[in-house]
């Protein structure tokens, strides 16, 4: 089948015209944006063929048309940068490890769903790798969240030490340092993702599995013998006014640690900081704070 290409913004278009239908082969571009039309000749957008945004390393965002029916195997697998995929809201097949690699991934948006449904579907190939979970259909409603939740206590009971073994005998330079302390801190830092996200989108949470969550983030916060929740909050999401809200709503913020925070933040984020500043004047006081400093 002879291939066609199409110049679009930001790049150009690789094709296959077939009975009436259009098939991506490859986009060619190193834009950060790519849209791909609905009709190309006249003819509906189906599918993107397999590899067809392989390894495009400056790719952030795409957009794909409700014409769409099939994205086959890995379409965007190593898309290193890539951050958020508009998907169509009808049906819609997957091949295998569509999103291999994809470790910014943060937005799978189907049309007409809400950021629920994005953001989780967006984990559930990244963060929970359960690509059965790859469900347009699907994603966001009460099953769904509750295999999704399922598949995260998985993760979350899973001991932090468990893979180390395989890490010390890959060696150093397959996946970093063999340190057991850094390994099992990386490992922390991981389950405190998920239980943010979720948390952040709490939608048929149950109550005693948010209650967990709740607890664990609290028993490593700043202050603890071991932070990574405060970690992820100052090293991943200090402009991201959602996240370090969410924290200190769930009492990960206290007399006892909010000096040494504030002391963290620096002047690197300053409306964190003006935040912890007005929650500090609003639910501590200052004169506890420096109650607790003369202790």
Avoid at 14 to 21: D, F
Avoid at 116 to 127: I, M, Q, R, Y
Avoid at 175 to 203: H, W
Wanted: glycine fraction near 10%.
């Amino acid at each position: 089948m002879e291939e066609r290409e199409l110049t679009v913004s930001g790049g150009s278009l690789r094709y296959e015209a077939r009975a009436g239908q259009v098939h991506i082969t490859e986009w060619r571009g190193q834009a950060g944006e790519a849209e791909v039309p609905e009709r190309i000749e006249g003819m509906p957008v189906v599918s993107l063929g397999k590899k067809a945004f392989l390894s495009r390393k400056r790719l952030r965002r795409v957009r794909l048309p409700d014409t769409v029916e099939r994205i086959d195997d890995w379409a965007f697998a190593y898309c290193d940068n890539l951050e958020r995929v508009e998907l169509p809201g009808g049906e819609l097949r997957f091949g295998r490890a569509v999103f291999l690699e994809c470790g910014r991934l943060r937005s799978l948006e189907i049309r007409g769903r809400g950021q629920t449904a994005a953001a989780l579907l967006a984990a559930a190939v990244t963060t929970l790798d359960a690509y059965y979970l790859l469900d347009v259909a699907e994603a966001g409603g009460a099953q769904w969240l509750a295999r999704w939740d399922a598949r995260m206590l998985a993760l979350l009971r899973t001991p932090d030490q468990e893979g180390y073994s395989r890490q010390v005998l890959c060696g150093e330079e397959d996946y970093g340092s063999t340190d057991m302390a850094a390994y099992v801190s990386g490992r922390r830092r991981e389950k405190v993702r998920l239980m943010l996200l979720r948390l952040l989108y709490p939608r048929g949470l149950d109550e005693e599995i948010r209650e967990r969550m709740q607890n664990y983030l609290r028993e490593h916060t700043k202050g603890c013998d071991s932070e990574e929740a405060w970690q992820v909050i100052l090293g991943e999401h200090g402009e991201d006014r959602e996240y370090y809200e969410l924290f200190a709503g769930l009492g990960c913020v206290n007399g006892g640690n909010l000096e040494a925070i504030l002391r963290d933040v620096g002047e690197d984020f300053p409306e964190m900081k003006a935040f912890f500043l007005r929650f500090k004047e609003e639910h501590i006081g200052y004169g506890d704070c420096l109650a607790d400093l003369e202790l």
